[in-house]
Structure formats: structure tokens, C-alpha cells
């Protein structure tokens, strides 16, 4: 069984910059949720996706934005980036949305804005 | 909105001995799910333990327990014989059962727990 992989592992962008996170959920998941974890914080969550489309969203601005293929991986764009996106971006995948269950979470990806 | 409050950001522990990292939530909601995750220093989080409000029986996991008080809105995590491994940032989490906001897990800030050899 394949876990939750994430890509980049690492990010350096400067201000204003926009930025592409992907995400493959676990296999026999067709859920997929995101989350900004800021150094020292709990992870926020961000949007969830399920059936290619947003189903749930945090309190984020809308240039944060997502997609879901139909293999149910996802991507994470942040358009006109701030010094505050800086944060380790978590990707978690579930089997069906709104069920009980728990969450699998990829390692994430560092993202750094200058 | 839910919050969910750590008020402990570190703690340690000394090798096999017992820790009880402390957190508690504020919801008006009467179902719901609490869960404890791990995140070592490889920054993967992993499920620790998983609470269902509706159950009055307090969830156990081979070292780990929880004291789960619903009135007093408390979820707390106890680990015995403490191994080095156990070392890690602990996040305590909130979901509701209900519709959309099902979907969203609410955090707390973690405790980074310390094992001493």
C-alpha cells in the first residue's frame, strides 16, 4: 500500500511569486485535504477536495486554490505569495469524505518566501 | 469555531516512565471525534490514538491511553514506559461528525515531548 506522497520536498520563492504543491493520496483514497502548518503552530486547515471538487474551506484567501485529478491526486496553488506563506505545507488523504476514520498525512513540503 | 488548547508546549519524560500531555476543546457540538497525532522531527504525522465522543469508554492503544472527560471538554494522552521514540511534537485534534465540517480537523499548537535516556 502506497502512502500519501508529497512534492517538492523543499520551496524557495520570493514575493509575488506562484507556487504549484502536489499531493498523491494514499491508495484506495479518494479524499484529500491540505493544511499550512506555520513554524511552532498546529497545521491550519486549508480546503478539502473530494470528487474533483472543493468540499470545505478554512479561512484562507482565494489565492489559495486547488484541484483534484480523477486518480484523486491534488495540487495546491498560492498565487501572489507574502512572506506569511511561509509554512510546511501537509497534504492528507482519507478514504470518503466525512467519515470517522483518521487522516494519513504525506511529510509535506517546505515552502520559504523571500 | 472549535478550538482546541495544548497549554503544555513542552514536556519530558524519562525513559520508561509515564507522561500525560494535557488538551482541551471548546465545541457546542455533541458529536464528535478527537484524535492525538505524532509529528517526529521527519515532520510525518502519524495517528496516535482516535476518541469518539459518543463512547464513554476511554480509547487505549497499547502504551497509549486517554482520559476523556466530555463535560469537562478535556482529552488528555498518556504514554507509559516512554521509549526514545517516543520523542515528538504531539498534536492534540477536534473533528466534527457533522456535515461539511466534518472535514476540517482543528489543532492545537503540540506539546514537543522529550525523552531523557
Known amino acids: 500500500e502506497t502512502g500519501v506522497t508529497q512534492s517538492p520536498t523543499h520551496l524557495i520563492k520570493t514575493r509575488g511569486q506562484q507556487v504549484t504543491l502536489r499531493c498523491s493520496s494514499q491508495?484506495?483514497?479518494?479524499?484529500v485535504s491540505w493544511y499550512q502548518q506555520a513554524l511552532g503552530q498546529g497545521p491550519q486547515f486549508i480546503f478539502q477536495?473530494?470528487?474533483?471538487?472543493?468540499?470545505g474551506r478554512g479561512n484562507f484567501p482565494p489565492r489559495f486554490s486547488g484541484l483534484q485529478f480523477p486518480n484523486y491526486s491534488s495540487e495546491l496553488n498560492v498565487n501572489a505569495l507574502e512572506l506569511d506563506d511561509s509554512a510546511l505545507y501537509l497534504c492528507?488523504?482519507?478514504?470518503?469524505?466525512?467519515?470517522?476514520?483518521?487522516?494519513?498525512f504525506g511529510p509535506g513540503t517546505r515552502l520559504t518566501v523571500l | 469555531a472549535q478550538t482546541v488548547t495544548q497549554s503544555q508546549p513542552e514536556m519530558s519524560v524519562q525513559e520508561a516512565e509515564t507522561v500525560t500531555l494535557s488538551c482541551t476543546y471548546d465545541?457546542?457540538?455533541?458529536?464528535?471525534?478527537l484524535f492525538w497525532y505524532k509529528q517526529p522531527p521527519s515532520r510525518q504525522m502519524i495517528l496516535v490514538i482516535r476518541?469518539?465522543?459518543?463512547?464513554?469508554q476511554n480509547a487505549t492503544e497499547n502504551r497509549f491511553s486517554v482520559n476523556f472527560q466530555k463535560a469537562a471538554k478535556s482529552f488528555s494522552l498518556k504514554i507509559s514506559d516512554s521509549q526514545l521514540g517516543d520523542a515528538a511534537m504531539y498534536f492534540c485534534?477536534?473533528?466534527?461528525?457533522?456535515?461539511?465540517?466534518?472535514?476540517?480537523?482543528?489543532f492545537g499548537t503540540g506539546t514537543s515531548l522529550t525523552v531523557i535516556p
Open positions: 492528507a488523504s482519507s478514504r470518503i469524505a466525512g467519515d470517522s476514520g483518521e487522516q494519513f
Open positions: 491508495s484506495g483514497h479518494n479524499t
Open positions: 485534534a477536534y473533528r466534527s461528525a457533522f456535515g461539511n465540517t466534518g472535514n476540517q480537523f482543528y
Open positions: 476518541q469518539e465522543a459518543y463512547k464513554q
Open positions: 465545541t457546542s457540538e455533541s458529536d464528535y471525534y
Open positions: 477536495y473530494y470528487r474533483e471538487e472543493e468540499n
